[in-house]
């Protein structure tokens, strides 16, 4: 199943909870699908947010999907969070094999969760002046949770952590270790702490395999002009086919690669824009780590 096919049925299982849709693909394209139900056509493009160019990427992800696939009963997605990497080499890629097994197998159908991928921050104490903790990655989000919980000036090295797990009661605990560890910290230390970084696996439905989802490291961010820019050439390029389609309802599905849903840039993305560039689509929708978002939609699909 590509990545096309992961994020169609993500979709489609969206319009059956959210409209009361329940559309089963008649038709598939290299970029989409024409779904039916009973006399209603729906046609759908998806396309990546940002472009992916980079062929010693896909075909590691393709070796990875063959090595995860194996021996491993049922369909399944691992999404990738966005700067992640996969491991390359021994015996990294063998117990990172192991892990996504484990944690897959645990689910039920439909159910998603996450492969706890072990990773270590850096926390450096600066200097004994201030209250104020400057992360990178994962948890430059949560700086501002830091202030006037720490003495002192720190720099804290996340950049490792790309996901972290949904439940607020982790980062909390992850949060609170950090701050008390501060503590005991004088100038110039440096501490190592162990978490995880949170890779979403979900199980879908159909035959064995497993699709890894995910952009190289090193592509752009998914926020700010970049976004803005490939969005609107996108809308440019596919809204014209979509309306040009024989269907009755039509969508465009974008893939981001964000860490959380709760940090896509898309949404800020098509502010602005003018309306005409996606008139005549019904939904325009963000699929995220497992997840779908609609930035557009009618409040009540027609029926013909």
């Known amino acids: 199943m590509s990545e096309t096919e992961v994020v169609l049925d993500l979709f489609l299982h969206w319009l059956t909870h959210a409209h009361e849709r329940r559309f089963v693909v008649a038709e598939r394209s290299e970029t989409g699908a024409v779904a039916v139900d009973g006399e209603t056509r729906l046609a759908v493009e998806v396309r990546p947010l940002l472009p992916l160019e980079d062929e010693r990427w896909t075909r590691r992800r393709v070796q990875l999907e063959a090595a995860l696939s194996e021996g491993l009963p049922g369909r399944y997605a691992l999404w990738v969070p966005s700067g992640a990497d996969p491991p390359r080499d021994e015996p990294s890629l063998s117990e990172f094999i192991d892990l996504v097994r484990k944690s897959a197998v645990r689910l039920g159908p439909r159910e998603r969760s996450h492969v706890p991928v072990p990773v270590k921050l850096y926390l ?35 950049r490792l952590l790309h996901r972290l ?8 605990e992850l949060l609170d270790f950090i701050i008390g560890r501060s503590k005991e910290m004088a100038p110039g230390d440096v501490f190592e702490i162990e978490t995880i970084d949170a890779w979403t696996v979900q199980r879908l439905e159909g035959d064995d395999g497993v699709s890894v989802i995910g952009s190289p490291p090193g592509n752009p961010e998914e926020q700010g002009l970049p976004v803005r820019r490939n969005f609107r050439r996108l809308l440019g390029e596919v809204a014209p086919k979509l309306r040009e389609a024989e269907a009755n309802l039509r969508a465009l599905v974008v893939v981001g690669y964000y860490g959380r849903m709760e940090q896509e840039g898309a949404s800020t993305a098509m502010r602005g824009y003018d309306p005409g560039m996606y008139a005549g689509i019904d939904f325009v929708c963000l699929a995220a780590d497992g997840l779908v978002k609609p930035l557009i939609q009618p ?6």
């Not at 949904?166 to 980062?171: A, D, G, M, Y």
């Not at 409040?299 to 013909?304: E, G, V």
């Open 124 to 158: 450096r104490k600066v200097s004994d002046e201030g209250g104020v903790v400057t992360a990178s990655g994962g948890l430059s989000f949560y700086w501002a949770r830091f202030t006037e919980h720490v003495k002192g000036t720190y720099d804290l090295d996340s």
């Open 165 to 172: 797990p949904e439940s607020e009661e982790h980062l909390q």
């Open 299 to 304: 409040r009540r699909p027609q029926r013909p």
